[in-house]
């Protein structure tokens, strides 16, 4: 029951014990009020912390970012272009091309690539009005050149493969004639369920949108079913090439990995890749947790460039190599800290911006031991900087954790610096996984276990193809024609 005003004051007026035992009583109330205080502040800061995440600085989705009003959006765009225009030391960047920016025109076609010429003479002399004669107008040495191109009318080639039965003249028994392998198995042809898959696969066209495309483009009705009976079919074909693409991206030096957020059939489901320089495969699994990664990189032996997702924890940090742009976006996030904690955070952006200008300068001189020389001084202030952080302190409540988990994995921010191939980024998983991420927003993923092994298998190849910037459509062209004649399979690698 509360105490009144009057109570309180009555009681210190009369003094001795009672007085003692109620200043007692006021001083306990005001340390268990202050403990809350306290608990409360920190829990009040851990919550804004968390709503200040967001894609640019932390591993959120884009997707995922509150939305913003037109104020704010300009201010961003603002503050970004004086962040460009102060890092190049130039005027501020008007939108288009810049000045003295190389031109990317299309360029003309030679002339054993064009199917038909056109010629085309003045009627009359710009000068005088004179008209040209038909024997004056005979083509130079120079003229003017304008190519146009077209598609030809689309038609669709309808081939009806006929069987008769024969009877025989000695014992009356009728015999049909046989269908090639070739063409037994599928009422499509491979160049259609090439160009089918390779629209569902790389442009993400659905189903039904792709039985409308067909229907507009060819002329020819494609139900749904039957455009996923034709991507199942590819599926199959692509077994072995991707069983052997699988083995052949494992024996790289180095691998990215990454993965994504997926479902089937309404539940939840994780996308994996393993990225190599001309190579990416896919793995639809359970979960994002260790025995996922294993399953899908088994015992390797190289380097993986990963996120700091602790799936990858088991590995070694002296084979592993961290993701730098991670860095920076964790950096970021403490810069919108207090005192110490934002301190921290600029000074840890300051040395990544340090370190990407000195890695994008080797890109240029390639001499790895200048490399090395010109890091050891960031190497230095980074460390002693992390050291700091995680010494135990009030102060350092904020952001020790992420400090230590960084002292932790020390060799592993730095092995670019000494193997070919390995990136301080993990951007060529993450460019892999771009894709998949739009299709899984557009189809909210697969339905089945077999459309799994459809995704798994048709975007590493997807992938792989524009990775050695070969047509994905003419391998799937000649996958198909080859599965059906039981020929060798074209491969991957």
Partial sequence: MPVEREQFEAVALAGGEPARALVVGLLERIAAVERDIVRMSG??????????????????????????????????????????????????????????????????LGEEQVDEFAEYFPVACGGCAREFLEDERV???????????????????????????????????????????????????????AAVVTLTARNRVSRRDMSELVRDL??????????????????????LPHEALGAHVLAQPAINADETGWRTAGEQRTLWTATTERAAIFKVAEDRHRERLTALIGE??????????????????????????HLRRDFK???????????????????????????HAFGEHRDRERL???MKPIQDEFLALLQHAGQKSKRHRLHRRFANNLLKLWPALWT????????????????SLRGPVISRRLSQGTRTQDGERFVERALSASVTCRLQHRSLFAYMRELLTAHSRGDPLPTLT
């Fill in 43 to 108: 829990k009040i800061g851990g919550l804004e912390q968390l709503a200040r995440r967001d894609s640019g600085n932390s591993s959120v989705a884009p997707s995922a970012d509150p939305p913003k009003s037109r104020q704010q959006r300009r201010a961003e765009a603002r503050a970004k272009a004086k962040e460009q225009s102060a890092r190049e030391g130039a005027a501020a960047r008007k939108p288009g091309k810049q000045h003295g920016a190389a031109g990317s025109g299309r360029k003309l």
């Fill in 139 to 193: 083509p130079g040495e120079r003229f003017g050149r304008h190519q146009v191109v077209e598609l030809p009318p689309i038609t669709v080639l309808v081939t009806e493969h006929r069987t008769y039965r024969l009877r025989c003249p000695g014992c009356q028994a009728q015999t049909a004639g046989a269908l090639p392998e070739e063409v037994a198995g599928s009422a499509f042809g491979p160049g259609l369920a």
């Fill in 218 to 239: 060819f002329g020819i009705g494609l139900s749904i079913g039957s455009v996923e009976a034709i991507c199942q079919r590819v599926s199959r074909a692509l077994k």
């Fill in 300 to 325: 390797y032996a190289g380097i993986v460039c990963s996120d700091r997702w602790w799936a990858y924890d088991h590995l070694d940090p002296e084979c592993r190599q961290a993701c730098w742009a």
């Fill in 333 to 359: 996030f403490h810069t919108e800290g207090l005192a110490e904690q934002k301190q921290f955070g600029e000074q840890g952006i300051a040395l990544t911006e340090r370190m990407f200008k000195t890695w």
């Fill in 372 to 374: 090395i020389l010109e």
């Fill in 416 to 431: 670019f610096l000494t193997t070919d191939g390995v990136q301080p980024t993990n951007n060529a998983a993450e460019r």
